[in-house]
């Protein structure tokens, strides 16, 4: 059962100066760079909600003074039940930051189907669910922010990736589209396509990646993804992120896209203007 909180005051004053307060849901909020953008925009005084199936890990959002809400996206009742939570207690949705996802690496041949699905449920369809529940709302209201948080790998692409990539691929697609549904309800759909961020994502990704695949075909290349030495790819601070997200939230017109973070524009910008053949003997040299 949802708790009716006061509704908090429009504008605030913060130091000398007056903001906007808008109250924003944000997924992926226990970890990472949604936990720090979450905590950093609870002390500039939005309301936030955070959401993740890992509600325990985000007890600190908690003591700062935003919400919580247990929901994972890939339950179409959790995120139901946490919108209309937002709704009753806040009456509106402001920004919604579908940041939630992981990834999954491995051969194609051998990741069981099932878990590509869960791969594209998390990072994809569960960004559509709540992007569809919450849309209602902000129409209604005549604005609203939408950040979707891709990846320097919705553009480019690296060896045993193929689902991760595909799902981040997607939510290009996907965005661009909504975008321009949406704009006549004054609406923004925004990309979010983040470089190699300091969040533990890679160390993440090896905890999926099987023993039984040493020993396949893909054995050597398998081998060299565990234990490729990422000090040489040290990544941006998430604080990075926050400051972009930041930004996003208080213009009034956003760009379609904000490309931050290490690694994103040098790749990025490669497979652009040189073309797949200098990017795949590029990535084969670096990457094997």
């Known amino acids: 059962m949802a708790i009716h909180l ?33 905590i950093n925009l609870i002390k500039e005084g939005h309301i936030v909600y ?89 129409r209604k209201q005549n604005s609203g922010l939408i950040i979707n948080t891709s990846s320097m790998g919705g553009k480019v692409y690296f060896p045993l990736g193929a689902w991760y990539h595909a799902t981040k691929h997607a939510v290009e697609g996907f965005s661009d589209c909504l975008r321009l549904e949406l704009e006549p309800f004054g609406i923004n759909v925004v990309v979010l396509e983040p470089g190699a961020i300091e969040t533990g994502f890679y160390n993440a990704l090896l905890k999926n990646v099987s023993d039984e695949w040493l020993k396949g075909p893909y054995g ?28 996003i939230i208080s213009t009034d017109k956003p760009k379609t896209r904000y490309v931050v973070g290490a690694m994103a524009r040098p790749m990025m910008f490669m497979r652009k203007w040189f073309g797949d053949r200098f990017y795949d003997g590029m990535i084969k040299r670096n990457f094997g």
């Not at 000398?16 to 979450?38: C, N, R």
């Not at 009742?77 to 509106?92: L, M, P, S």
């Open 6 to 38: 006061n509704k908090r005051p429009t504008n605030q004053s913060i130091g000398d100066t007056e903001m906007e307060q808008k109250v924003i849901l944000i997924t992926g909020a226990s970890s990472g760079m949604g936990k720090v953008t979450a």
């Open 220 to 247: 050597k290349r398998v081998e060299r993804m565990k234990n490729f030495d990422t000090s040489s790819m040290k990544g941006s601070p998430p604080s990075v992120i926050s400051e972009t997200v930041q930004k």
């Open 50 to 138: 955070g959401a993740s199936f890992d509600p325990e890990n985000m007890k600190d959002l908690e003591k700062l003074g935003g919400k919580i809400l247990d929901m994972d996206v890939t339950k179409d009742e959790q995120i139901e039940a946490g919108v209309k939570e937002v709704i009753d207690n806040e009456g509106r949705i402001d920004v919604l930051w579908n940041n939630a996802g992981y990834g999954l690496y491995g051969p194609v041949e051998e990741i069981p189907l099932e878990q590509g699905r869960h791969q594209f449920d998390v990072n994809f369809f569960g960004l559509v669910k709540l992007t569809q529940v919450v849309t209602p709302h902000m």
